[in-house]
């Protein structure tokens, strides 16, 4: 989660931190991005130095090319490891593997070297008695920002750390009280609630949320509107439910699919009660008279020679996903995708846009069909990785006894074995997503089909209807024509 409002969040100095399910290392490696943290300003040898430096006074804390990269009560080199070992010496069985913090500052307020000093005064005033943290400051945005990868359990007394309201609320307070002794800005009365971290994650990235869609079907609503009528019409034609209700005081909006209504305001400025009237009654009732039809643009015929009936269609997961992305808008590229059409159960996958399109991408770049390709894919490359494993623990050995090149040469080696084995788990993950979504994709996608069935139903029948009841050659009550 991220804190306050909107207007709140990335313009002053704000805290949060949220629990992490999963593999240890995944928000370490994030945390420590040499991409992110990386120093523009110095040089490789610059920050040779530097490191050398460091783990000189530090006794052992290794940055190499993360210079903004700290350690409490841990060596980053090795903080996975020693938070592992914690754990193992208390033989903690809990799920929650670590909890992942965020420090963000006032674009242009603040130095990198303040920046991570903060984080690194708040780290060991908040966890540094009990647990091991690693600090990292984050230059890759316009914001500086701090993250602290905290181990759940403690290597002094095995105790949790609770990410409780209470634990939140001094973890800010004392991050004010850091901010104030460097004169940096604070939100001094934060105003507004927490937005989902998955929902804010979504807009910053630009994918469509359920607040972009709703606001989608309401322009076009108030578009195609004149009265309060026509745009309740409108709505329940794209799946959604408007509450016009005079005894309450803002309206609500709800989706299918949704376990509880919206008020429109929170859609917006443009989407308040008076807001809405005031945009409808701006559509005139003068009548519209249709423009010239523009001249068709000739279509260009192309004969080929053969026939398509030997072509092989594409099946199975392929098929499947290949559909599914077609449905979505994500196929074809470049196509204006109107979302707020979309069935409600397409709306529910808009912000897994990017994880359905790298799993289609994994099964057609592999030719991945059936589900037992799937199972022979992911285990060759789970096998892959057991070899690489096995590689990297006599690379490690041999690295603490060579020395000179040979030394750089077992670095380089290990190096690229991690990041092949990123690689190798990222496509283990996808095969994993694949394995529980492809069922519910098929049953998404026969409950779509049956619903547009029944749809085109009653559009034939209101068609009929209205040509039953409008024919000219009706007879009157005189018995004329």
Same mark, same amino acid.
């Given at each position: 989660?991220?804190?306050?409002?909107?207007?709140?969040?990335?313009?002053?100095?704000?805290?949060?931190?949220?629990?992490?399910?999963?593999?240890?290392?995944?928000?370490? &490696?994030?945390?420590?991005?040499?991409?992110?943290?990386?120093?523009?300003?110095?040089?490789?040898?610059?920050?040779?130095? @530097?490191?050398?430096?460091?783990?000189?006074?530090?006794?052992?804390?290794?940055?190499?090319?993360?210079?903004?990269?700290?350690?409490?009560?841990? !060596?980053?080199?090795? #903080?996975? !490891?020693?938070?592992? /070992? #914690?754990?193992?010496?208390?033989?903690?069985?809990?799920?929650?593997?670590?909890?992942?913090?965020?420090?963000?500052?006032?674009?242009?307020?603040?130095?990198?070297?303040?920046?991570?000093?903060?984080?690194?005064?708040? #780290?060991?005033?908040?966890?540094?008695?009990?647990?091991?943290? /690693?600090?990292?400051?984050?230059?890759?945005? =316009?914001?500086? $920002?701090?993250?602290?990868?905290?181990?759940?359990?403690?290597?002094?007394?095995?105790?949790?750390?609770?990410?409780?309201?209470?634990?939140?609320?001094?973890?800010?307070?004392?991050? &004010?009280?850091?901010?104030?002794?460097?004169?940096?800005?604070?939100?001094?009365?934060?105003?507004?609630?927490?937005?989902?971290?998955?929902?804010?994650?979504?807009?910053?990235?630009?994918?469509?949320?359920?607040?972009?869609?709703?606001?989608?079907?309401?322009? =076009?609503?108030?578009?195609?509107?004149?009265?309060?009528?026509?745009?309740?019409?409108?709505?329940?034609? @794209?799946?959604?439910?408007?509450?016009? &209700?005079?005894?309450?005081?803002?309206?609500?909006?709800?989706?299918?699919?949704?376990?509880?209504?919206?008020?429109?305001?929170?859609?917006?400025? !443009?989407?308040?009660?008076?807001? /809405?009237?005031?945009?409808?009654? =701006?559509?005139?009732?003068?009548?519209?008279?249709?423009?010239?039809?523009?001249?068709?643009?000739?279509?260009?015929?192309?004969?080929?020679?053969?026939?398509?009936?030997?072509?092989?269609?594409?099946?199975?997961?392929?098929?499947?996903?290949?559909?599914?992305?077609?449905?979505?808008?994500?196929?074809?590229?470049?196509?204006?995708?109107?979302?707020?059409?979309? $069935?409600?159960?397409?709306?529910?996958?808009?912000?897994? @846009?990017? #994880?359905?399109?790298?799993?289609?991408?994994?099964?057609?770049?592999?030719? /991945? !069909?059936?589900?037992?390709?799937?199972?022979?894919?992911?285990?060759?490359?789970?096998?892959? @990785?057991?070899?690489?494993?096995?590689?990297?623990?006599?690379?490690?050995?041999?690295?603490?006894?060579?020395?000179?090149?040979?030394?750089?040469?077992?670095?380089?080696?290990?190096?690229?074995?991690?990041?092949?084995?990123?690689?190798?788990?990222?496509?283990?993950?996808?095969?994993?997503?694949?394995?529980?979504?492809?069922?519910?994709?098929?049953?998404?996608?026969?409950?779509?089909?049956?619903?547009?069935?029944?749809?085109?139903?009653?559009?034939?029948?209101?068609?009929? $209807?209205?040509?039953?009841?409008?024919?000219?050659?009706?007879?009157?009550?005189?018995?004329?024509?």
């Amino acid at each position: 989660m991220l804190p306050c409002s909107e207007e709140d969040v990335w313009l002053m100095a704000v805290c949060e931190i949220w629990d992490v399910k999963g593999r240890l290392d995944h928000p370490i &490696d994030y945390a420590e991005n040499p991409e992110k943290t990386a120093n523009p300003k110095y040089t490789d040898a610059d920050l040779q130095a @530097m490191g050398d430096v460091m783990k000189y006074a530090t006794n052992g804390d290794k940055t190499e090319q993360q210079f903004f990269v700290t350690g409490v009560n841990c !060596d980053p080199a090795t #903080a996975r !490891d020693e938070m592992m /070992i #914690a754990k193992a010496q208390w033989n903690d069985q809990s799920e929650i593997v670590c909890y992942h913090g965020f420090q963000s500052f006032k674009a242009g307020e603040v130095t990198p070297e303040q920046a991570h000093e903060v984080g690194v005064k708040l #780290a060991e005033q908040m966890w540094g008695d009990r647990f091991q943290v /690693i600090v990292a400051t984050h230059l890759n945005t =316009e914001c500086l $920002h701090n993250h602290f990868v905290v181990n759940s359990v403690s290597y002094v007394d095995g105790k949790h750390y609770h990410d409780n309201k209470k634990n939140l609320r001094l973890l800010r307070k004392r991050s &004010d009280e850091l901010c104030h002794e460097y004169s940096l800005s604070v939100i001094e009365h934060p105003s507004g609630r927490k937005k989902p971290y998955a929902l804010y994650q979504a807009e910053k990235n630009g994918l469509p949320t359920r607040d972009t869609v709703a606001r989608q079907a309401v322009d =076009e609503a108030i578009s195609k509107s004149f009265t309060l009528k026509d745009f309740d019409r409108q709505l329940s034609e @794209m799946g959604y439910r408007i509450n016009f &209700d005079p005894n309450r005081k803002y309206w609500t909006i709800i989706g299918k699919g949704w376990q509880r209504p919206k008020r429109l305001y929170k859609l917006g400025e !443009d989407y308040t009660n008076e807001r /809405i009237t005031e945009r409808i009654r =701006e559509n005139s009732y003068a009548v519209k008279f249709q423009s010239f039809s523009k001249e068709q643009p000739q279509v260009r015929v192309i004969k080929v020679k053969g026939t398509l009936k030997d072509a092989k269609k594409i099946g199975g997961l392929r098929g499947l996903y290949l559909h599914y992305c077609y449905r979505l808008g994500i196929l074809p590229k470049g196509k204006k995708q109107n979302y707020a059409r979309l $069935h409600y159960l397409l709306k529910d996958d808009l912000m897994k @846009m990017d #994880a359905i399109t790298d799993e289609t991408r994994l099964l057609c770049r592999n030719h /991945i !069909d059936t589900a037992g390709q799937l199972l022979s894919y992911k285990g060759s490359l789970e096998s892959e @990785m057991q070899e690489l494993t096995e590689q990297r623990k006599g690379l490690y050995s041999q690295s603490r006894k060579s020395v000179g090149e040979e030394k750089e040469a077992v670095k380089a080696r290990l190096s690229e074995i991690t990041e092949r084995m990123k690689t190798l788990r990222k496509e283990v993950r996808l095969c994993e997503g694949i394995e529980a979504r492809s069922d519910a994709l098929k049953e998404k996608l026969t409950v779509i089909r049956a619903d547009e069935k029944e749809q085109q139903r009653k559009e034939l029948m209101k068609h009929e $209807h209205r040509r039953r009841s409008g024919r000219a050659n009706r007879k009157d009550e005189l018995g004329g024509i």
